[in-house]
């Protein structure tokens, strides 16, 4: 099983719609979790933190469901602007590090339409 | 304004030609790493630094080297570079381990 798992998409919706990505994660101790938004081309981008109770933040909402490993990320009434690839990513113990690193999915990609 | 900054930002090169990749960030983080990023394949980190000169390998450190000989950067080395090697190189830094991170601009490198 791959460590940090996406759905690689495409999305593609219409301007307004609501779009959910799910991400999943192997290793169970894991300790913290974040959403990165990346532009064609352009640097990753952190978009929102991942807390136990959930956060939202305007149209965007994150949750972390511990028992069955993963993440969500929801997106409400998209806009053009939305158009992106989305990123999660998850700190892990990996055994070749003195410690935790942080280990990307390989991305949703997102097209919102008008 | 706190960033990441990487130079160049695109470089086309010829196979063997030592290159060196700069990495600075202005927010006092003791954590850097460097990453590349391929179609399909996501974002793959080479090299990190927990400290100065405390660097250990990631997981794709073949044809690489890094320094950290101060806190603010953290140089990418090809010693001898290869057309496998052409990629979208991303710096980043945090605070601490399990912090987020920032990224650098990027570097596009092209290996003929």
């Known amino acids: 099983r791959k460590e940090v798992e996406q759905d690689p998409g495409p999305f593609n919706v219409p301007e307004g719609a609501t779009v959910a990505f799910n991400c999943t994660y192997s290793n169970s101790a894991s300790q913290s979790f974040f959403w990165y938004r990346q532009d064609c081309r352009k640097e990753p981008k952190l978009l929102m933190s991942v807390y136990s109770s959930g956060n939202e933040d305007g149209r965007f909402t994150a949750q972390l469901n511990r028992a069955s490993q993963y993440i969500s990320l929801l997106i409400r009434d998209s806009k053009l602007s939305d158009s992106a690839t989305y990123l999660c990513?998850?700190?892990?113990?990996?055994?070749?590090?003195?410690?935790?690193?942080?280990?990307f999915g390989k991305g949703t990609t997102l097209s919102v339409s008008s | 304004e706190a960033q990441v900054t990487q130079n160049p930002r695109y470089l086309i090169t010829v196979t063997g030609k030592k290159l060196t990749v700069t990495c600075s960030q202005n927010?006092?983080?003791?954590?850097m790493s460097w990453y590349r990023q391929d179609p399909g394949l996501g974002l793959r980190q080479i090299y990190y630094s927990m400290n100065v000169e405390v660097t250990d390998k990631g997981d794709v450190p073949e044809g690489y080297k890094v320094s950290r000989k101060e806190k603010r950067n953290f140089p990418l080395i090809l010693e001898s570079p290869s057309p496998n090697q052409t990629s979208l190189y991303f710096c980043a830094s945090k605070q601490e381990v399990r912090d987020t991170q920032y990224f650098g601009p990027g570097t596009r490198l092209t290996v003929l």
């Open positions: 927010m006092n983080h003791e954590y």
């Open positions: 990513a998850v700190n892990m113990y990996q055994a070749n590090q003195a410690g935790t690193a942080l280990i």
